[in-house]
């Protein structure tokens, strides 16, 4: 029911986020307009196609990978290389809501098409992202809470009956036996009790990482439609060309990223594949919309500018929070981390090549 609850949250989130996209269609015009120089429609639905299927295939890829660590042992997240891999596709993901949405959103916010109260006099981009960061962090806490009380209530219960079991048989038995029963029972338990506490440090950090893996997901779905929808609605094949490769690479990375999270949280195979394609049709989605809604679709309307705008300063917050409190500070943090020197050096330069590397795209 848990499970189901969160995907139900996951697909609602993306529906709301499908339906305010139409709305761009249908908007004011404004008196900027983008260059026509540049515009090719033929060259640029053939870029399309190859965008759809290169950003499927990358993202599918990325998000694999880990999953197929459940067979392949040499490739489980597990391995202390994985925290290599994460740091490093978490230092993309920063560098995506740092570098690449959020001056996105402040462009849009603060652009002379909108008139100049509220947008030019409030920073709407930066509120944006904080309240999102704020209310991931709500989220984040409030979930793990929840399904962490579910969880130890039931242990202890079970807690409980183990104790109540024992006391049954130690009544039950002989003046001789009680006391051998009762020292072999008071063991048995205790040694019980020591495997409920150290099986309860295992079921909260799986805990930990399913939650992690679900707001993940939640922040990398409302970007990747926005920024697929953007391609989608290109007409320029000069500004489709360098997108398909950057959001290639992007999205095999934070593929991974996303996939290691998923592998450590343990689901079962049918959610494990429910959540990677949905984070793989996100894009190419995205894609499609844009063409669908090319011809009467102007960037510079104010409707195309205010929603676009605070979906993009949304999932900048979220990916920001996300990428410091969940990927790297959980890993940071990590005793195997801490207790290895090289390891720890290892991650770090992991993190800022992956920063680096997306700067560049």
């Known amino acids: 029911m848990a499970k189901l609850r969160c995907s139900s949250v996951t697909l609602l989130l993306l529906l709301v986020t499908l339906c305010l996209l139409p709305l761009l269609a249908h908007s004011s015009e404004c008196e900027c307009s983008e260059e026509d120089s540049d515009i090719d429609k033929t060259e640029a639905r053939k870029l399309h196609i190859v965008a759809i299927f290169a950003i499927l295939a990358a993202s599918t890829i990325g998000c694999s990978i880990p999953a197929l660590g459940r067979w392949i042992p040499a490739i489980s997240p597990d391995k202390d290389y994985y925290f290599l891999i994460k740091a490093f596709a978490a230092g993309i993901i920063l560098a995506t809501g740092f570098i690449h949405i959020l001056p996105d959103a402040i462009e849009k916010l603060t652009s002379p098409c909108l008139p100049e109260s509220p947008w030019q006099d409030f920073p709407f981009a930066g509120f944006g992202a904080m309240i999102a960061a704020i209310g991931t962090l709500m989220m984040d806490t409030i979930a793990t809470g929840y399904f962490s009380r579910r969880h130890f209530k039931k242990a202890a219960s079970s807690?409980?009956?183990?104790?109540?079991?024992?006391?049954?048989?130690?009544?039950?038995?002989?003046?001789?036996?009680?006391?051998?029963?009762?020292?072999?029972?008071?063991?048995?338990?205790?040694?019980?009790?020591?495997?409920?506490?150290?099986?309860?440090?295992?079921?909260?950090?799986?805990?930990?990482?399913?939650?992690?893996?679900?707001?993940?997901?939640?922040?990398?779905?409302?970007?990747?439609?926005?920024?697929?929808?953007?391609?989608?609605?290109?007409?320029?094949?000069?500004?489709?060309?360098?997108?398909?490769?950057?959001?290639?690479?992007?999205?095999?990375?934070?593929?991974?990223?996303?996939?290691?999270?998923?592998?450590?949280?343990?689901?079962?195979?049918?959610?494990?594949?429910?959540?990677?394609?949905?984070?793989?049709?996100?894009?190419?989605?995205?894609?499609?919309?844009?063409?669908?809604?090319?011809?009467?679709?102007?960037?510079?309307?104010?409707?195309?500018?205010?929603?676009?705008?605070?979906?993009?300063?949304?999932?900048?917050?979220?990916?920001?929070?996300?990428?410091?409190?969940?990927?790297?500070?959980?890993?940071?943090?990590?005793?195997?981390?801490?207790?290895?020197?090289?390891?720890?050096?290892l991650i770090n330069i992991f993190l800022l090549l992956g920063a680096g590397l997306s700067l560049c795209l």
């Open 159 to 345: 807690v409980n009956d183990l104790e109540a079991t024992v006391e049954a048989e130690r009544g039950h038995a002989d003046h001789v036996h009680v006391h051998t029963q009762a020292s072999h029972g008071h063991t048995h338990g205790a040694a019980m009790m020591v495997d409920a506490a150290t099986n309860g440090d295992r079921d909260s950090q799986l805990i930990r990482n399913r939650v992690i893996s679900k707001v993940l997901e939640l922040g990398i779905i409302v970007h990747s439609v926005i920024i697929g929808m953007s391609v989608g609605a290109s007409d320029t094949p000069s500004t489709i060309r360098p997108l398909i490769a950057a959001l290639t690479f992007h999205q095999f990375f934070e593929g991974l990223g996303l996939g290691s999270c998923i592998a450590q949280g343990k689901f079962r195979l049918k959610s494990v594949v429910i959540m990677s394609i949905f984070f793989s049709l996100t894009t190419p989605v995205g894609i499609v919309i844009g063409i669908g809604i090319a011809s009467n679709y102007n960037e510079n309307s104010h409707t195309a500018l205010i929603v676009e705008g605070l979906l993009d300063s949304v999932s900048a917050g979220i990916l920001i929070y996300m990428s410091l409190v969940d990927l790297l500070a959980e890993d940071f943090m990590n005793p195997r981390v801490q207790n290895r020197g090289m390891l720890q050096l």
